[in-house]
């Protein structure tokens, strides 16, 4: 079905460049960017699909850097008493105002994180239909997506995406099975490299989650207790530059639905926070990974702590990888705050929801925006209305 499609897709490019006098430079190698170019728009040089509209992307030269703290966690892995207090306080600061910041000396290895940055490198340059051959289906979150072109058609983000899921328990086979399915034995072990950044992921975010339970004085282990026996997903984002980078944006202005992400980003640049009202890039920074708090930790912390706000840019040169691994509750535990957030200065403020209600309600009625959480609340309590009415 896909090769049918390409080979149409083709012809119709050599008539193209053929009738606009363009040299041809079309093979096989292709990437499905390159094809969205056959609908530039009258006026600007990237199909009108991709042009965002000016309140979204507005601002997009600035080069205001954003504050977030840069957390050293080798002296909270000692259990050296004066540093994790101040790491304590550090991220608190951060997550009481946009929910961003830097881990540095996290324990993961340098060498696995470069690992899986060349695998998905070498993955996004094959040909366009062997990245097919594992694209995504509606429903599953496993595989390769265009400008996630097959949800929607307006606002597409400029990326390529190759998505995995991680349970704890899971068999390596899960991973390992998906690349050698798809293009045979040497790939498997792409597969386990996958399985074991995710893993180390995760034990990462259970730090994480120990360090924002203290910062918030709640009970040990009553956050740890949501996220047993989670799945969480791992999104690798490919960004191909882009000639009209002010009006395309390669991830649009969003706050993560999940509870806690990991980013590691390479050194080009384009991760972006909203914070008092202005886009701040966030730099990247050798050997560093990005965390940052989505909806399901600010619904935890009774609205306490901030699920942040941020987008990716994109650039008229360069290319550019993210790795994002988004750590996620276990499917059915409710998501209710403990006892010392919730006071009368300090009613609740979101209702009690299950991850997997939230995360149905991302895939099948909402794009998620910067206001997912609160459009969730309000789809919650109406659904509610109607099945008691
Ligand atoms: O690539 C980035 O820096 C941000 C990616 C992101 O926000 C996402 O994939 O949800």
Not at 204 to 215: C, D, F, N, R
Not at 352 to 365: E, I, N
Request: glycine share 6%; proline share 5%; hydrophobic share 35%.
């Amino acid at each position: 079905m896909h090769e049918f499609f390409y080979k149409y897709l083709k012809l119709f490019l050599t008539i193209y460049h053929l009738i606009n006098f363009e040299p041809i430079s079309m093979d096989s190698n292709a990437s499905l960017h390159q094809l969205f170019f056959l609908e530039k728009s009258s006026t600007n040089l990237i199909p009108e699909k991709f042009i965002w509209p000016k309140e979204e992307n507005h601002n997009i030269t600035s080069h205001e850097e954003l504050n977030e703290p840069i957390v050293d966690l080798e002296g909270f892995f000692n259990g050296d008493k004066d540093t994790t207090r101040r790491t304590t306080e550090l991220i608190r600061s951060a997550c009481l105002s946009h929910g961003l910041f830097q881990v540095i000396n996290h324990g993961v290895n340098l060498k696995l994180i470069n690992s899986v940055h060349d695998h998905v490198k070498d993955f996004f340059k094959l040909p366009i239909d062997e990245k097919l051959r594992v694209q995504r289906v509606p429903g599953s979150f496993w595989g390769y997506s265009f400008a996630h072109a097959d949800r929607f058609t307006l606002n597409l983000p400029w990326k390529e995406t190759l998505s995995c899921c991680f349970h704890e328990n899971g068999h390596d086979s899960e991973a390992a099975g998906f690349f050698k399915s798809a293009f045979g034995e040497e790939c498997e072990h792409t597969g386990l490299i996958f399985k074991e950044y995710c893993k180390a992921m995760t034990k990462l975010s259970l730090t994480i989650i120990e360090i924002l339970e203290m910062s918030l004085g709640v009970d040990n282990s009553y956050f740890k207790e949501i996220f047993k026996d989670g799945s969480s997903i791992m999104r690798c984002n490919f960004y191909p530059p882009c000639q009209e980078p002010g009006l395309a944006l390669g991830t649009g202005p969003h706050c993560d639905p999940t509870a806690l992400t990991i980013l590691h980003q390479d050194q080009v640049g384009g991760l972006q926070v909203l914070s008092d009202g202005k886009w701040k890039s966030v730099r990247p920074r050798h050997g560093a990974l990005v965390v940052n708090l989505g909806d399901t930790l600010e619904a935890l912390s009774n609205g306490v702590y901030k699920s942040c706000p941020h987008r990716a840019i994109v650039n008229k040169s360069m290319e550019r990888i993210s790795l994002v691994f988004f750590f996620c509750p276990s499917e059915d535990k409710v998501i209710v705050p403990p006892e010392n957030l919730v006071t009368t200065e300090r009613p609740r403020l979101y209702p009690d929801f299950k991850w997997s209600d939230f995360l149905q309600f991302t895939q099948k009625y909402y794009r998620v925006d910067v206001s997912t959480l609160l459009n969730f609340t309000k789809w919650l309590i109406n659904h509610h209305h109607h099945q008691t009415t």
